[in-house]
């Protein structure tokens, strides 16, 4: 996928969280909601599950032309012909991850610059970076704040998405600072209306960055 | 690798358990004492711990040349190069890793007969049958008893290797059941000495089988 391409559909990430939503049924709803990428998140479920799932939101994401990545288990990735895989710093190392399967797009978590640029060298094709602000997702996540974001933004080549506490109020702030997209979970996954919580970003976005066709 | 090969090298086949030891040591242990083959057995680690252990234990079986297989997690299996990944019925289908790691050696736990000849039918390149007796490593696992194993084993054609509760006690029905390997957790993996009890059993395949190199 062309870095334009690429850049365009991961504007608005949204990722999966059993804890606050089931998987399909919110998955569909962000899709309604215009996500332009879908991020399955599972812990504590079987590999079977994880792969009957991903199958299922497969599916989803290509009726709607929309990026579907797997966080962390890049065989739930191969196996569900996903089109990326999400790598953290508890997961595979993205060089390997590259070596392994070098179609898939693989994205990397990063909350500083040692780590954004080592990311990029070993081939990430795009990364996440935060948490920029606090959030109830992961209470225990280093929260570095817009100003880190840019600098790690501008220090890349790669698309950037910015993650952690992003909300309805402060996603313009977000993208002020130069994000890519953004990617979301609780201010979608917790909302009481996935879909509208969704479409309320979507609006935002198209609006910032001009609704070209994505 | 040739079936008569494979199925050398799955004689004493010996799984880790952290609950009983830790796996680098014990994983030592057993090859020292004469296992064939190690299968790396993990839940609740990240994959980072996974990936880090498997590339050792990748080293470890080298030396020994004995085979590595990694339960369940194909990424793992891939990233950490080992020969084969080993499946059970709430892991990734059979066909699936197949299409995915054609070059790797799929093992298929099963514990009927219907679900034995699907999986050779799917590609398995061995099977797992039991458990053959009671077992504490899996206390809800169904009992199938030597009978059911002996059916079984005559109605494939791949490799079978007898798990669940064998040790040095009545490996030998095992054996005379037909049983091409064993597969042992406790017996090794709750013993005092790991080496000790794996020589043991290995000192009875040896000569069950003939000790012709393998």
Do not use: W
Request: glycine share 8%; hydrophobic share 45%; proline share 2%.
């Amino acid at each position: 996928m062309k870095k334009k391409l690429l850049m365009k559909k991961l504007r608005l990430y949204v990722i999966t969280d059993r804890t606050l939503k089931p998987e399909i049924e919110s998955v569909k709803a962000a899709l309604e909601g215009g996500a332009t990428a879908i991020q399955l998140r599972i812990k504590n479920a079987s590999t079977k599950e994880m792969f009957e799932i991903g199958k299922k939101i497969r599916e989803l994401t290509e009726e709607c032309n929309a990026l579907y990545v797997v966080n962390d288990r890049l065989d739930v990735a191969l196996a569900t012909e996903a089109d990326g895989v999400h790598l953290g710093s508890n997961d595979l190392p993205v060089s390997v991850a590259k070596r392994i399967a070098p179609d898939l797009i693989v994205g990397a978590s990063t909350n500083n610059l040692e780590a954004a640029l080592k990311a990029e060298a070993d081939g990430a094709d795009y990364l996440g970076v935060g948490s920029v602000f606090p959030t109830s997702t992961k209470r225990d996540a280093k929260v570095i704040g817009l100003e880190n974001f840019k600098n790690i933004k501008r220090s890349v080549r790669i698309p950037v998405i910015a993650i952690g506490g992003i909300d309805h109020g402060n996603v313009l702030e977000v993208l002020k600072a130069g994000a890519d997209g953004i990617a979301v979970i609780s201010a979608v996954m917790a909302a009481e209306d996935v879909r509208d919580a969704t479409a309320k970003f979507r609006k935002i976005l198209d609006s910032f960055f001009g609704n070209n066709s994505y």
